[in-house]
Every structure is written in structure tokens, then in C-alpha cells.
């Protein structure tokens, strides 16, 4: 698509390389253009800890030059933003935390340094829930994020300033993080994509662990093919995380013009449950339609276990959060408190100063259920369920090849409405958190809007599935406008 006389903030990444080959812009204008966007509408919306205007600038400056210089990278020069879960060398890496306020990252994850190989620009560093504890990015050292599409409403978390961001259009992409659906719940709840590849698809190097089994890193876009493209270059073996996983990394845009004829959706009988919006389940039953008439076949499948999965999540991810966040005691790394009275009331302050509320909660029930007396009880009897959830996936999968539901049970909620009410919050993630527990791939794609709140399709995958997810996601979007649709405020 040709788009040379719409405003750059407006574009796709797709758009954006394609306008940066042909010399209708350059990365600098593209790059300033998100700039602006970002200083006139961020600080109502909060969804930035971190601009890095200066280093953007310069960094767009060097593409240029390499373009000019006859460099044709497809990424060369396209701007986007990094949560800031991720460690950026020499910029401040907070992870929404009190704890990290002030810690700037001596080196850059694998994530950020990959694309910056390729050439992006990285525009700064967006807000998040602490340590990527949270569905609502209320957790935040930093405040809420608001939803552009409604600003009373929360944009989705943890990697809720990323979803902010790409749906304003400050952005046209950025990073996040999922461990129980922080990738796919703010995309669902801001009308953007959201993509979590397969659990060891992309490195988790110098990116800040929460519960290390389960987190992955992914992104957020406008549309399918600009995360086809990104993961096309994130993706791939680190022999500095020991979880990722040695496999050729396809080339994921090339696939997504093929037909889904004959593609065998599966439709989870549990996820049209009470517990479902009825706008959203009319909203997914439609976008279900779409896909059958692109030829997709569609095949009811049970997952038994669906609703163990937030109760299981729920005791292995704080258990591995109270083992991963004790580094975190102001001697190795972190806030310090001032004066201490010995090494005991430093340890104590500094965390009790350093971590907010949602934090402790979690590091708390994780090092309860780790306790000798409880670990078999709960610990031991979680991991076994994840076996189970596992299996569920597995024996679906033997009869289709996707499964396609809701991504969150509720468009938007208001900010503050959830707050007092930590388990009304974790059911958020009840149709994500199954793919982490199985280290699915999974991605929301914008399908609809109840009363002008956006709308997100699910569609989880088999491992290593990227390909199809996107193919199918694509296809869906040739057929609809759904991601094209614009807040009001921001267009
Ligand atoms: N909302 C979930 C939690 O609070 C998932 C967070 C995430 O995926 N990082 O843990």
C-alpha cells in the first residue's frame, strides 16, 4: 500500500519501511514525527518512563546515512519503543519499579540489541506494572497508564504504556513482555496486535525476570505484518539464555499472503462461559464467521482444565518471582535505604521501601508456597496441573491446528475498579494464561468495538506456530478494518 500523503505518525511499520525504500521520508522526519506525537499527547496519557529523543534523533541520523550510503535494510531506520522491562545500555531500566528508579543497564537485552542491528531507532522506554506484576498498569511506580480510547479506563498491563502508545500512534510498535497475558490483554483492551511467540522462541537475555519459565517477550503493533516483521528479528537461538531454543527462524512475512482454506480452528467450548462479556463474545463469534469464510473449518475442542489455570498460575508465578526478585536487597542490586542500623534493617528497608504493594503480595505467597511445609500442597500439586493444562493443548491440537476464542473477558475496565480486589484482577488473564503455562504462542488481533471499546480475537497455536498464527491473523485482516480503527482524541 502506498500511503505518501497520509501524516508519518499514522503509518504501519510496513508503511514506514516501504515509504523509507521508495525516499518519500527520511528516518529522521519519521522519527521526529514520533517525537512530537509523544511530547503533545504523553503527558496525558502517561505511557512513557523514558523518551530518548536525543539518542533517537541520532540513531535515525545514522540510518539515513547508511541508507544513503546504498545500506537497503528493511528495519533501517523505523522507529519504535522498548518496555522498560528491558535493559537498554546507558538509559534507565526501571521495570516500573520504585526498586530500579535510578538503574541504568550497563549492556542491551538480546531483544533491543537485534533490532537495533537491524536499524531500529528506539524511541524510549514505555511504562509497565511493577515488574510486570498486573493487568492494568495501576501497579506502576511511575502511575497509571490511561487508554486512549477512553482515558478513565486502563490500557491493559503489564505492558500497558507499549499498547498506550501503538494505539495513540506514538508509536508504530513496541516491546513487551508476557508471562500470563501481558502482551495479548493490553493489545485486546487498546484495539492493537498483540504477539507472545513460543516460550524459548526469543531470548529472555537482559530482560527483567518475573517468573522465569513463564515470560516471553513479543510486541505490539498496529497490524499482523508488522509483527511478522519484528519477530522475524527477534526471534532466534542465544546461547545467553539456556531456555532458548536452537531452531531456524522462518521468514514469517513472506507466509502471511497464504490462503487459511481449509485451516481447522478449534472453538474452546469453556471460553463462551458466564464469565465472557456478551459484546465481546458477539464481537469474536463475528470475527469466527470471518475466518470460516476465508475457508477456515471450525470444530468445537475441550481444554477440562481451563479453569485451573489461574489458580495454578497464580502459585508458580509468585513462586518464581520470590526466588528471582531476592536479588533485589540493595546490596547486589536496587534501591538502598538511607542509614541503616545494621545489614538486618537494610535488607528490610530497602525492600519495603523499594517494592510496592502488588509486589510484596506476590514475593509473600511465593515464599509461602515454596515454605518446606507447603511446598508439596501447593508448590508440587501446581506443577502437576500445569502438566495437565499442558495436555489439554496437546490433545486439542491433535484435531485442529489453532484455536480461537476471546482474549480478555471485558473490554476496558475503569482504572481504580480493580484494584481492591486482587483475584476480580487475576481473572483477567483467564484465556492467556493457559498458553503461558504451555509455552504456546499466542496473539490478539483487534475484532471488534462495544460501546467504542475495543475488542481483541485470540488465537493460540501449537509450538513453534508463529507462522500460522500470523497467516491466520492476516487473512483476518485483509477482511476487516478493525485495526485500522483510531481513537477519537488521536487521530
Ligand atoms: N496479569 C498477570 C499477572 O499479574 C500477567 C502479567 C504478565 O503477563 N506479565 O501476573
Known sequence: MTDAGSPLHTLTLTQIADGLSRGDFSSREVTRACLDRIAAHDPALNAFITVTADEALAAADAADAKRAGGDTGVMLGLPMAHKDIFCTRGVKTSCGSRMLDDFVAPYDATVVERLAGAGIVMLGKTNMDEFAMGSSNESSFYGPVRNP?????????????????????????????????????????????????????????????????????????????????????????????????????????????????????GIVRQHFDAGLDAGCAGAVREALAVLESRGATLTEVDLPNLDLSVPTYYVVAPAECSSNLSRFDGVRFGHRAEDPADLFDLYCRSRAEGFGAEVKRRIMTGTYVLSAGYYDAYYLKAQQVRQLIS??????????????????????????????????????????IGANLAGLPGLSVPCGLVDGLPVGLHLVGPHFAEQSLLRCGHQYQLETDWHRRCPNDYR
Do not use: C
Open 391 to 432: 495436555d489439554d493443548f496437546r490433545q486439542a491440537f491433535e484435531h485442529v491446528d489453532l484455536i480461537a476464542g476471546p482474549t480478555s473477558p471485558t473490554p476496558a475496565f475503569r482504572l481504580g475498579d480493580k484494584t481492591d480486589d486482587p483475584v476480580t484482577m487475576y481473572l483477567n488473564d483467564i484465556y492467556t
Open 149 to 265: 480510547w477512553d482515558r478513565e479506563r486502563s490500557p491493559g498491563g503489564s505492558s500497558g504504556g507499549s499498547s498506550a502508545a501503538v494505539a495513540a500512534r506514538l508509536v508504530p510498535a513496541a516491546t513487551g513482555t508476557d508471562t500470563g497475558g501481558s502482551i495479548r490483554q493490553p493489545a485486546a483492551l487498546t484495539g492493537t496486535v498483540g504477539l507472545k511467540p513460543t516460550y524459548g522462541r526469543v531470548s529472555r537475555y537482559g530482560m527483567i525476570a518475573f517468573a522465569s519459565s513463564l515470560d516471553q517477550a513479543g510486541v505490539i503493533t498496529r497490524s499482523v505484518a508488522d509483527a511478522a516483521l519484528l519477530l522475524g528479528v527477534m526471534a532466534g537461538f542465544d546461547e545467553r539464555d539456556s531456555t532458548s531454543i536452537e531452531q531456524p527462524v522462518p521468514d514469517y512475512a513472506a507466509g502471511l499472503g497464504e490462503s487459511i482454506d481449509g485451516l481447522k480452528v
